[in-house]
Nanobody, 121 residues
Framework: QVQLVESGGGLVQPGGSLRLSCAAS????????MAWYRQPPGKQRELVAT???????NYADSVKGRFTISRDNAQNTMYLQMNSLKPEDTAVYYC???????????????WGHGTQVTVSS
């Protein structure tokens, strides 16, 4: 059973920081590209940042200069360092990964269950 598990969400004041983690577990053979998405209350899910297997990154304009995506390939783990948080960053944050899994190297897109980030004073 392949799982993506997010952690690190919580309540933080404006201007504060949080670090999210996403760990892939189970019969994972290869982790290709990974990404963070978020879904603000009452809005559609949106892309926050992506990182390739070669550590090439891309960010949504709304988070550039404040958020940093990174990964530890040895641990099959991805991170999102979020600084200078704003109330509009409040959302459920989801981990997404392109994985090769199982003995037959099935390639698929996997999602975590999400972690809540609330930015409020």
């Amino acid at each position: 059973q392949v799982q993506l598990v997010e952690s690190g969400g919580g309540l933080v004041q404006p201007g504060g920081s949080l670090r999210l983690s996403c760990a892939a577990s189970g019969s994972v053979f290869t982790v290709n590209s990974m990404a963070w998405y978020r879904q603000p209350p009452g809005k559609q899910r949106e892309l926050v940042a992506t990182i390739t297997s070669r550590d090439m990154t891309n960010y949504a304009d709304s988070v550039k200069g404040r958020f940093t995506i990174s990964r530890d390939n040895a641990q099959n783990t991805m991170y999102l360092q979020m600084n200078s948080l704003k109330p509009e960053d409040t959302a459920v944050y989801y981990c997404n990964a392109d994985l090769l899994v199982g003995p037959f190297r099935y390639r698929g897109e996997f999602w975590g269950h999400g972690t809540q980030v609330t930015v409020s004073s």
